[in-house]
Antibody, heavy 120, light 112 residues
Framework: QITLKESGPTLVKPTQTLTLTCNLS??????????VGWIRQPPGKALEWLGI???????RYSPSLRSRLTITMDTSKNHVVLTVTNVDPVDTATYFC????????????WGQGTLVTVSS | QSALTQPASVSGSPGQSITISCTGT?????????VSWYQQHPGKAPKLIIY???KRPSGLSNRFSGSKSGNTASLTISGLQAEDEADYYC????????????FGGGTKLTVL
């Protein structure tokens, strides 16, 4: 059974760096074609695509946030890490990670999400 | 890239059918048969209900169906039920070299 779970700080100060971890279970990020994406949702607003990392280490990012985002993976720990630099209150959101299966262009399993508030 | 365009809200009575549209460009919706739809109840994570324009994940009700014409994809829910009341988001693969996915702005479905 595939599960993902996000973890990290609930409160971050403006200008700091936010680091979130997505712990994976039930699949391996070494499987060809598999990816793990990050999506966020500000309170009361729409989903926003952030980026994805694939089994081969290839990364893709939202053009509007590309300069501030980094996604890495640690296959030995079976987790993926999202880093957001120089955060601002507008980065306050629930952050989700999701599984991209090897055969489909979609995100079929999602984590429960973690709410991060940016405030001084 | 810009988000895909969805109506802010739709509504319908129990038993009726509704359709939600999702409009993009030839670089995303129109260029690939990789449109997905997600259902999100308040406080919950999104749930995949349609992928590759019209395919349903195993076990999902056939009351949900998807289609596409040109740069516009559509989600139809037939036989509306109270539990269908939720937010619905479309998403598409995109040919942007810097990104792979784009989401719609979401549609709030109200079951009257």
């Amino acid at each position: 059974q595939i599960t993902l779970k996000e973890s990290g700080p609930t409160l971050v100060k403006p200008t700091q760096t936010l680091t979130l971890t997505c712990n994976l279970s039930g699949f391996s990020l070494t499987t060809v074609g598999v990816g793990v994406g990050w999506i966020r949702q500000p309170p009361g607003k729409a989903l926003e695509w952030l980026g994805i990392i694939y089994w081969n280490g290839d990364q893709r990012y939202s053009p509007s946030l590309r300069s501030r985002l980094t996604i890495t993976m640690d296959t030995s720990k079976n987790h993926v890490v999202l880093t957001v630099t120089n955060v601002d209150p507008v980065d306050t959101a629930t952050y989700f990670c999701a599984h991209r299966p090897s055969s489909w262009y979609t995100l079929d399993y999602w984590g429960q999400g973690t709410l991060v508030t940016v405030s001084s | 890239q810009s988000a895909l365009t969805q109506p802010a809200s739709v509504s319908g009575s129990p038993g009726q059918s509704i359709t939600i549209s999702c409009t993009g460009t030839s670089s995303d919706v129109g260029g690939y048969n990789y449109v997905s739809w997600y259902q999100q109840h308040p406080g919950k994570a999104p749930k995949l209900i349609i992928y590759d324009v019209y395919k349903r994940p195993s076990g999902l009700s056939n009351r949900f169906s998807g289609s596409k014409s040109g740069n516009t994809a559509s989600l139809t829910i037939s036989g509306l039920q109270a539990e269908d009341e939720a937010d619905y988001y479309c998403s598409s693969y995109t040919s942007s070299i810097t990104s792979n996915w784009v989401f719609g702005g979401g549609t709030k479905l109200t079951v009257l």
